[in-house]
C-alpha cells in the first residue's frame, strides 16, 4: 500500500530569549574538552554541554548524531520512505551566556582561555527543513533550506512564511517538475542546485547561516 506523506507542524516553540544563567561545577568545567567549537551552526562542544544539561536545555533529541538544542519542526504524521519523504526538519537554537553563568566563565578563562569563545556566543534562531522525492534507484533533493537569524522577531516572520509555503506547496507537481527541466540545474554545484530549487518555489536563499559572534553587537 502507497503511503502518502502528511507534513504536521511540531507543537515545539523558538524561545525568545535563550540565555544560560546557571554555573556548573568549576572543576568539570575546566577539565572539559574546549575542541570543536561551532562558530557557524548550534553544535554544542563538551564545555558547552555541561551548560546546556545543567539548565535542563534539550540538546538530546535524536537527530542524527547532533549534540544541539534542535527539537522538531515539521513532522510526517505517516512517516512515508517513498516518493515524497521529509528527510529532516527541526527548529533550533544557540543560547548565550550571562549572569552567575558568564561572571564564572569569566573568571576560569583567566585559567583557561578558550573559555573565551563562550563569552563571545549570542543567542540565535535558525529553521531547517529538507524533503526528497524517493524513487526505484534514484534520489532527487526537492527542497532544502536552512536559515540563521540573529534577531527573534525575524525568525518568527520567517518562520511564520516558510510553513505558510511548505503546507501550500504542491510538492508532487514541484518535484516533477524539477526532473522535467533537470538540465536546467543538475550541471551546478550543490549549494547553487539547492539555491535554484528553493528560489523556483518562492524562498529567497537556500542556505543562509549566521556566524555565532557578532562583532556589530
Known amino acids: 500500500m502507497l503511503i502518502i506523506m502528511q507534513l504536521k507542524i511540531s507543537e515545539n516553540q523558538l524561545l525568545p530569549n535563550p540565555t544560560i544563567t546557571e554555573p556548573v561545577d568549576c572543576n568539570l568545567l575546566l577539565q572539559a574538552d574546549h575542541r570543536y567549537f561551532d562558530k557557524d551552526g548550534y553544535e554544542l562542544n563538551y564545555q558547552e554541554r555541561l551548560f546546556h544539561k545543567n539548565s535542563g536545555v534539550i540538546i538530546d533529541e535524536g537527530h542524527l548524531f547532533h549534540t544541539a538544542n534542535h527539537v522538531s519542526w515539521f513532522y510526517d504524521k505517516e512517516e512515508s520512505q517513498n516518493l515524497l519523504v521529509l528527510d529532516h526538519s527541526t527548529q533550533n537554537m544557540r543560547w548565550n551566556y550571562t549572569g552567575a553563568a558568564r561572571e564564572q566563565i569569566q573568571e576560569l578563562a583567566v585559567h583557561k582561555p578558550s573559555l573565551n569563545k563562550l563569552l563571545g556566543v549570542v543567542q540565535k534562531w535558525g529553521i531547517d527543513f529538507s524533503l526528497d522525492y524517493v524513487y526505484t534507484g534514484h534520489c532527487l533533493e526537492v527542497f532544502h533550506i536552512e536559515a540563521d537569524y540573529l534577531n527573534y522577531d525575524e525568525a518568527m516572520v520567517d518562520k511564520e512564511k516558510a510553513e505558510q509555503l511548505i503546507l501550500n506547496t504542491d510538492w508532487w507537481d514541484g518535484a516533477r517538475c524539477l526532473l522535467r527541466d533537470a538540465k536546467k540545474w543538475s550541471h551546478l554545484n550543490s549549494d547553487d542546485q539547492a539555491d535554484y530549487k528553493s528560489k523556483y ?17
Open 201 to 217: 518555489f518562492g524562498w529567497k536563499r537556500a542556505f543562509d547561516n549566521r556566524k555565532v559572534f557578532n562583532f556589530a553587537a
